[in-house]
């Protein structure tokens, strides 16, 4: 049995699930891919899904929705379903309601039947200064909310390959919670999405927030880097930034919280996810 696992990161944590239930599958027999939207090819990442046996779509929740390039995937690259398996989950801080099944209709209209859907909690990655939240980027801190997500992989391995039950954000009550954080998100996405900016003081045009950012939103320029209107509210640019250099709402990071979140192991790098 085969079985690829289409992913979209911000900063890393939905990699590192994706990564983590790969080989859970795999050690179960199920010979399993990991594949970054943004690097595969949509030829490619065609081919992949129609020749496996079992489809696997993973993203980070934002405000109970998934994140515009998984949105765009699945409308535009992943091909009709013909027989295959799906399984769905979704990284998260606390909480999404149905964050997992959020795009089931859409899904559903092109043939494609959720089969499991996991809801995975992760560490925090809003470092921006307006945010009210904590957050820690020294990896140790994250061991035991790793290891409790690791279990849950497992068990949501063991689900999808035995054909037994495993449904989160399934049913009316989740559906409308999540749609209760959905609605004022959605209205408020394009007034939160646009408003990164960098200092140039600051910036030592290492070009390395252009390269990485997942919607081409950051351009190089002889004037330093600028954001068009293409931003998607992944976080990646701000969190990576080797310098602290990248601005949100015109607020710099704070020193004094401590290094903005860099993903869930210490050898993470958003370069493995990003086109090349
Ligand atoms: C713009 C934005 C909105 C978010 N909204 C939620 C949310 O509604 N519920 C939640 O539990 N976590 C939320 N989070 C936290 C992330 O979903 C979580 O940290 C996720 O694991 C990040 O995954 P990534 O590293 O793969 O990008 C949000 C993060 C961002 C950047």
């Not at 999540?178 to 910036?203: H, K, Y």
Request: charged share 20%; hydrophobic share 35%.
């Amino acid at each position: 049995m085969t079985c690829v696992v289409f992913c979209f990161s911000g900063t890393g944590n939905t990699w590192w699930c994706a990564h983590r239930l790969a080989s859970s599958l795999d050690a179960r027999g199920v010979q399993t891919r990991v594949e970054s939207i943004e690097r595969t090819g949509a030829d490619a990442a065609a081919d992949l899904a129609r020749s496996a046996d079992l489809v696997g779509l993973g993203w980070p929740v934002y405000g109970s929705d998934l994140p515009e390039p998984m949105k765009r995937f699945i409308d535009a690259t992943l091909p009709p379903a013909n027989g295959q398996g799906l399984f769905t989950f979704c990284t998260q801080l606390l909480f999404s309601g149905n964050g997992a099944r959020v795009y089931e209709r859409e899904l559903a209209a092109r043939g494609w039947t959720i089969g499991w859907s996991a809801h995975l909690r992760m560490p925090n990655n809003i470092s921006v200064a307006v945010s009210p939240l904590s957050w820690s980027a020294d990896p140790r801190v994250h061991e035991r909310r790793l290891e409790k997500t690791a279990r849950r992989i497992d068990r949501f391995a063991e689900a999808v390959v035995g054909g037994q039950h495993f449904s989160q954000g399934h049913g009316p009550l989740p559906a409308a919670l999540g749609a209760m954080q959905r609605r004022p998100f959605r209205r408020w996405f394009p007034r939160l999405r646009n408003d990164i900016s960098v200092d140039t003081e600051r910036c030592t045009r290492c070009g390395r927030c252009v390269r990485i950012c997942p919607s081409g939103n950051l351009a190089m320029t002889p004037d330093g880097v600028v954001a068009g209107g293409a931003c998607v509210l992944c976080v990646r640019c701000y969190n990576y930034c080797p310098v602290q250099a990248v601005r949100y709402m015109g607020r710099p990071h704070r020193p004094e919280r401590g290094l903005p979140y860099r993903g869930p192991v210490p050898d993470f790098r958003p370069e493995e996810l990003a086109a090349e």
